[in-house]
């Protein structure tokens, strides 16, 4: 059984007060968050992928506690941050694939070949020896999808990655997560992109507001949202 489990979580960051007692079990397949800024978005990903560990609670993901196991989280859940050069670390694409992998602990040549392959499986196999950062902001979001698919998670979350790309691109990443075999959490502040979905998260300061299939709660979303513009909050 594919799920995240957050059982009774308090996150501190910096001393600022995110999440109090929060307990959530997640095991839908097309999963979306969605909420006004500071709403708790980008940290409740963090805690699902293990990147930041709550003062008390726990999270486990498919049965590895991801804060306590990070080799056992990065097999299983990865992470496709909002602006990709915060994610890239290498100067060379099959370098910066293979990476993870070596992390994970493949052999050198083991990681090289599998980068080949996950390059050849999504259409780059010319992309090997190209530098990152020649690429454009989508093809380095690609990039960076292709780092995560190679490490065969089981649960890939995404944290707004349509931020900054033109339409086309846009469309084209929308069509590669909906095309993925891995449990999807996607963060998107675009209502639009979490229709075919399973169940949506609406977070409010650290809160649940809504949580429910997308007819359900996107139409109060975009209402409420409405309702706030309309009011002057932004
Ligand atoms: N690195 C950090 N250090 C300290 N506080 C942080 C940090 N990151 C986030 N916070 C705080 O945690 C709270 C939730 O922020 P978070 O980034 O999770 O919200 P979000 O819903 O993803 O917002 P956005 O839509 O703007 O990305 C905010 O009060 C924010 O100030």
Request: glycine residues 10%; proline residues 4%.
């Amino acid at each position: 059984m594919q799920a995240i489990d957050i059982g009774h979580v308090t996150l501190e960051r910096d001393g600022t007060g995110v999440f109090s007692d929060l307990t959530l079990r997640l095991t839908e397949r097309r999963i979306g968050i969605v909420g006004r800024n500071g709403a708790g978005k980008s940290s409740l990903i963090r805690l699902i992928t293990g990147l930041v560990t709550p003062q008390k609670g726990r999270v486990v993901v498919n049965g590895v506690d991801v804060a306590a196991d990070r080799a056992g989280a990065l097999g299983t859940v990865g992470l496709l941050f909002q602006n990709p050069d915060h994610q890239i670390i290498f100067p060379v694409v099959r370098d910066e694939i293979a990476f993870g992998l070596e992390q994970k602990g493949l052999k050198r040549a083991a990681a090289l070949a599998r980068a080949e392959a996950v390059l050849a499986a999504q259409g780059r196999a010319d992309w090997g020896d190209r530098l990152c950062h020649t690429l454009s902001q989508g093809q380095r979001q690609l990039l960076c999808l292709m780092s995560i698919l190679a490490m065969e998670p089981d649960w890939i979350l995404f944290d707004e990655p349509f931020n900054a790309l033109d339409l086309p691109t846009a469309l084209s990443i929308e069509a590669r997560i909906a095309g993925l075999a891995q449990n999807v959490v996607l963060v998107t502040h675009d209502p639009s992109r979490l229709t075919g979905f399973d169940r949506i998260l609406w977070l409010e300061g650290g809160r649940i507001e809504a949580d429910g299939p997308p007819a359900e709660v996107l139409p109060r979303y975009i209402a409420a949202m409405q309702a706030l513009a309309r009011a002057g909050a932004c």
